[in-house]
């Protein structure tokens, strides 16, 4: 049996990176397109190839995908994990990496998957239907429009037995920023307090439900949004709220019983 070939957008860090190391420790043929490769040789992980290009650069971006499936064949699994990270209008950029790449790789890659297990998974999240007020407007847009295009997907390639699915996280440990959040104490015993499994999550349980999505034990799920923040947005924020500041809630009215006669 040919091993799996899955194309990961934007897998040089963070989650992409560990989504890499996942899909190849499960005996993968990984590819890679990102903006920036590796600076060095060492930095990049064995056995996966790279190819980089801007997504937001259509012949760029064309030139890519078709020397991948080219050189690797046809995929099995295509993954999304790209980022605007640019300093220019954030409106555009933002659409332009997130969602216009996002359909432009799709409809190029539809009739390129190969026989067996096929998935896309695109990694939104939580802020996709919650806010955060030190991120831009733009940044919610596109989360919260790449869950609507699952969907969409999740319809329109299901007669092709393609699922579409997405992964939403939350705060996460990275390795480019588990040093900001753990060096300060008071700051990461807050998240630890506000999660109800009481800790971080870290970058490569993300990889693991991505790498459950693209996998055979998930051949009946489509459509779906699958949250990984330790249960942080399942709370009400007011009581969250009154809980951090100690205080107290509104006794809560007993039950009435009803005397039979």
Not at 121 to 129: D, L, M, Q, R, T
Request: net charge positive; proline share 2%.
């Amino acid at each position: 049996m040919k091993p799996a070939h899955s194309l990961i957008i934007g897998g040089t860090r963070g989650i992409g990176r560990e989504v890499v190391r996942h899909l190849i420790s499960r005996g993968h043929k990984v590819s890679v397109i990102a903006r920036r490769l590796p600076a060095r040789k060492a930095d990049r992980i064995s056995r996966a190839r790279y190819w980089s290009a801007d997504v937001r650069d259509q012949d760029a971006l064309a030139t890519a995908l078709k020397q991948t499936v080219k050189t690797t064949g046809k995929i099995n699994h295509l993954v999304f994990l790209q980022r605007y990270r640019g300093a220019e209008d954030s409106w555009h950029g933002e659409i332009a990496t997130s969602l216009t790449a996002t359909k432009s790789i799709v409809e190029a890659l539809q009739d390129q998957f190969a026989a067996g297990d096929k998935a896309i998974v695109i990694v939104s999240s939580i802020n996709g239907a919650l806010i955060a007020g030190h991120l831009t407007i733009s940044y919610h847009l596109a989360k919260a429009a790449l869950q609507q295009m699952v969907r969409y997907w999740a319809v329109t390639l299901g007669a092709r037995g393609i699922r579409v699915n997405s992964v939403s996280p939350g705060t996460i440990l990275k390795e480019e920023s588990k040093r900001f959040f753990l060096r300060d104490r008071k700051l990461s015993n807050l998240y630890c307090r506000i999660t109800p499994l009481g800790r971080f999550g870290h970058a490569r349980e993300v990889a693991q439900v991505i790498g459950c999505l693209c996998s055979e034990q998930t051949s009946f799920v489509t459509g779906q949004d699958i949250v990984v923040d330790g249960g942080v947005s399942l709370q009400w924020q007011e009581s969250l709220a009154r809980e951090l500041q100690s205080l107290p809630h509104k006794s809560a009215r007993k039950p009435t019983r009803t005397k039979w006669k």
